[in-house]
């Protein structure tokens, strides 16, 4: 079979996409408190036949950033997410073929919550469901629920292992043809077929079943962007999906081959498993106008603070102790090996020592996913290489600013992929497995 890309629109639920600055942009449409916003951006990726819409999530303002609130909430830089089952009911009933995935903690949430949230997604969209299976990263988060500071990584992935169990056993609780539904007898299901699941682990108890009988995907998707040793052992097990974030096609390159080798040690066939890095795309109708609008992206409309309030966030550091020309020092490096990678990234790409500055244009620009400037053919260039050369089985493609970003890539780069064989002409069944030619798992209650 022809090995084709998957596309996944990668999706925020508030008023900026990845890139912080998007809210200023010119043409942005700020109205991100709307059903509307969210369903014509869905409905704009499913013209383009993209495989899945995912939204990310936080569970806080970034409050790490001199311990406070407040640049977060001036500079816009990520105050607010919405809850995304909402948003994903809201683009269920607009669509009917998109997959829409959401991301879910496991950290803070509890299993029956989130089986039962998936399960009900994966009915009510005839089986388009993924949920996006994240370990959270910072105390601002932890402080929203009852505790001081984030639970340690390798203990959060601990959780989350025996959370995915807990989690498929409450969706295979009810066998597929559980459902009995006749009038006559009046009997609604058969009670052999419908299991208590008995979880008893270290951190969950669940006694089960799921009040949701088996979905039409058997279980949802799932997705999951672990990037350590850790996280790359637990997405070979689990992940239909697997998002990496990686700054040049060589790396990626190396991360495939690496993610692939661990899920056919996983026992699972490496084929039926999409790596797909983080990646954007700036479109235009010539080279110069495209790399005029990346200069407008990376100059004109990110605050350094921002950038910096998002950065503190996400390496769980407080940048609010340094002045934005202070250089990168070792003891910033040895309190994160968060920090000490993004400067040694930073540092190769600079060709000199680094400041905090750099580190907050670096965020601010997105550095760490591949960015492909230019005219749709060279756009499609670039995605291909990465593609044929195994960096990457397709793109999460993230949005410079909304809608314009997806607007564009639907209606500039996705015919030309489509011309050259690289992506299908539309979706051929109709869950989000048929989409990304995985099969539908077996049950595992009966017997
Ligand atoms: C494309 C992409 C999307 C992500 N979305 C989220 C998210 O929504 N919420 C979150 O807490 N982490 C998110 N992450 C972070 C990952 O879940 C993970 O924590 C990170 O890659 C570090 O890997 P590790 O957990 O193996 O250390 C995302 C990462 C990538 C590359």
């Known amino acids: 079979m022809t090995r084709r890309m998957t596309l996944v629109g990668f999706m925020q639920a508030g008023n900026v996409t990845v890139y912080s600055g998007s809210w200023r942009y010119p043409s942005a449409d700020l109205g991100f408190l709307t059903m509307d916003y969210y369903t014509h951006i869905a409905r704009t990726l499913e013209q383009g036949a993209f495989d899945c819409v995912f939204f ?16 977060a909430v001036r500079y816009g830089a990520r105050p607010v997410k919405l809850d995304l089952t ?44 993924a949920w996006n299976v994240v370990t959270s990263v910072n105390d601002s988060e932890a402080q929203n629920f009852g505790l001081q500071t984030h639970l340690g990584h390798d203990a959060r992935y601990d959780r989350a292992h025996e959370f995915l169990q807990a989690v498929t056993a409450l969706w295979d ?42 979905t039409p ?137 680094v400041t905090v500055r750099d580190l907050a244009a670096h965020r601010a620009t997105l550095l760490q996913g591949p960015r492909f400037v230019g005219t749709p053919e060279r756009v499609a260039d670039l995605m291909e290489e990465w593609f044929t050369t195994r960096g990457c089985d397709g793109f999460v493609l993230a949005a410079t600013h909304l809608p314009g970003a997806f607007e564009e890539f639907v209606r500039m780069v996705v015919p030309v992929l489509q011309e050259r064989g690289l992506f299908r002409h539309g979706n051929t069944g109709t869950t989000l497995r048929d989409h990304l030619g995985v099969a539908r798992p077996a049950g595992s209650a009966a017997g």
């Not at 669509?95 to 009915?123: C, N």
């Not at 009670?191 to 979880?199: G, L, S």
């Not at 637990?234 to 390159?253: R, S």
Request: aromatic share 8%; proline share 5%.
């Open 86 to 129: 909402a948003v994903l009911g809201g683009i269920i009933g607009a669509t009917s073929r998109i997959g829409v995935g959401a991301t879910y903690s496991t950290t803070y949430y509890d299993p029956f919550h989130v089986a039962r949230t998936f399960a009900t997604l994966d009915h009510l969209s005839g089986g388009r469901a």
């Open 173 to 214: 609780s009810w066998e597929d043809d559980a459902l009995v539904l006749d009038r006559e007898s009046g009997v609604f299901a058969d009670p052999a077929k419908v299991h208590e699941v008995d979880h008893k682990g270290e951190y969950f108890s669940v006694r089960g079943p799921l009040t949701v009988p088996r």
């Open 217 to 353: 995907q058997g279980r949802p998707a799932i997705l999951q962007a672990g990037s350590s040793g850790r996280g790359r052992e637990f997405a070979a097990e689990w992940a239909d999906m697997i998002f990496t974030a990686d700054p040049g096609l060589p790396v990626a390159q190396k991360h495939y081959a690496d993610q692939k080798e661990r899920v056919a040690a996983a026992g699972r066939d490496p084929g039926s498993v999409k790596v797909l890095p983080m990646a954007y795309a700036v479109v235009g109708e010539t080279q110069t106008i495209a790399e005029e609008k990346e200069r407008l992206f990376l100059d004109a409309y990110v605050h350094p603070v921002a950038s910096l309030a998002l950065l503190s966030e996400v390496l769980n550091y407080d940048f609010a102790k340094h002045d934005l020309d202070d250089p990168v020092t070792e003891e910033m490096t040895a309190t994160s090996s968060g920090i000490r990678g993004l400067a040694d990234g930073v540092r190769q790409h600079l060709g000199r020592e």
């Open 56 to 71: 990310d999530d936080r569970l806080a303002m970034p409050g790490v950033y001199g311990n406070s609130v407040t640049d």
